[in-house]
């Protein structure tokens, strides 16, 4: 806080008013305009059915492939609005062979990425077992396998102590950093989470999509681990999802929507921190992220089917990981032309190998040499049969 909000916080606090929502004496009893929400909330669950309809009226494979591609990009922007960036190769592959897929590239094997992996597929595919104190246990204790951050010892799979001072929330680069709240202290997270996991295993009253977004809003106030909480309650949400759809499968990604929306995300979380137990424009803004995410999933699974027909007309044509890994690429939209230097880059081997590849690839008839017009000779797919 700068000195103008210190001395507004002291005053605050001398006449007795509370700073945070979990300082009020109802907390935690949740208050929003249902009328209001209603409209929106209509429409977000059109836009799910829709959703859903289309992916389980396409082939089996098809939806795999869905699947597969959704989850890692989950797996994906859950890190990266936590400003890590992982692999995404190493990515795919770790989701594929928890998944029991095959995939044509095979990248080596992260124990880190793996955990996360681990996480977000226990939260989908395990989507009707009870939420659990040592359920969430085992999911921190995915998140840091060898109980670090970075080069600093944390405390894992048990609750904080606050041994390092009050949790705080803050986003920003190192030396810019912005103090979004503060949680409650250490001692309270015990009887805190109790309350939290009884509400969440039974209480049937309310909309799954409304009791998703209370459920990572009341998470995140409490922020019962010393790190990891921001993936660990958006997996929470991922979870009540899954039970509201009774599908194990995965067609959007929720954590891809908040990524786009990171700085109102954190601005409105701080809002609300800061502000009463009335949440309506939290749930609106939880709720049209989700329908975002519903509407933006179409062009995305629109590359997914081309991908899988691709793979699907090509099945049994054998290749190298190099010419797998470069097809992928290109499937996946490739960034400008496709360039003999470019596959020696993407493949990691010397020029001729990937011309050799390229050659092959143009023999077999799934490249082709694009059109005249570029200084250097580029390649792209071949049009499906």
């Known amino acids: 806080m700068d000195d103008a909000e210190n001395r507004e916080y002291i005053l605050r606090m001398k006449r007795g008013e509370k700073e945070y929502i979990w300082q009020q004496p109802d907390w935690p009893h949740w208050l929003f305009d249902a009328k209001r929400i209603f409209p929106l909330l209509t429409q977000v669950h059109r836009a799910q059915g829709l959703l859903l309809g289309k992916m389980r009226s396409i082939g089996l494979g098809q939806s795999d492939e869905a699947t597969l591609t959704m989850l890692t990009d989950e797996v994906l922007k859950t890190s990266e609005i936590e400003g890590e960036t992982l692999d995404s190769d190493t990515v795919r592959s770790s989701v594929a062979r928890r998944l029991g897929m095959d995939v044509a590239a095979v990248a080596l094997q992260d124990r880190r990425i793996d955990g996360i992996v681990n996480m977000v597929l226990d939260a989908t595919q395990n989507f009707d077992k009870p939420l659990t104190r040592d359920r969430l246990f085992g999911w921190h204790e995915e998140l840091f396998p060898t109980g670090e951050r970075g080069d600093e010892d944390i405390r894992v799979g048990d609750w904080r102590d606050d041994a390092k001072g009050p949790m705080q929330v803050i986003s920003g680069a190192m030396g810019r950093e912005r103090v979004h709240f503060e949680a409650p202290p250490a001692e309270l997270i015990p009887k805190e989470m109790s309350k939290f996991l009884k509400w969440f295993n039974q209480d049937q009253s309310l909309d799954p999509l409304v009791k998703s977004g209370l459920a990572h809003l009341w998470f995140v106030t409490i922020h019962p681990f010393e790190d990891g909480n921001g993936r660990i309650g958006r997996a929470v949400c991922d979870l009540v999802l899954a ?17 786009k929306e990171r700085k109102n995300y954190y601005n409105l979380l701080e809002r609300t921190q800061k502000g009463s137990l009335e949440v309506t424009e939290w749930l609106e803004w939880f709720l049209e992220t989700l329908l975002h995410a519903f509407q933006g999933a179409e062009e995305s699974l629109s590359n997914v089917l081309a991908k899988a027909q691709f793979w699907q007309q ?13 097809l992928n690429r290109l499937l996946d939209g490739f ?8 596959w020696a880059v993407i493949a990691k081997c010397s020029p001729d190998t990937a011309l050799r590849d390229i050659t092959d690839l143009i023999t077999k008839g799934m490249l082709m040499k694009a059109s005249a017009g570029s200084r250097s000779t580029h390649y792209q797919l071949k049009p499906l049969d």
């Open 243 to 259: 039970r509201s759809e009774q599908s194990a499968q995965r067609f959007y990604s929720l954590s891809s929507q908040i990524r």
């Open 314 to 326: 090509w099945a049994g044509t054998p290749l190298n990981h190099r010419q797998s890994k470069v």
């Open 335 to 342: 960034d400008g032309n496709l360039t003999s230097k470019k």
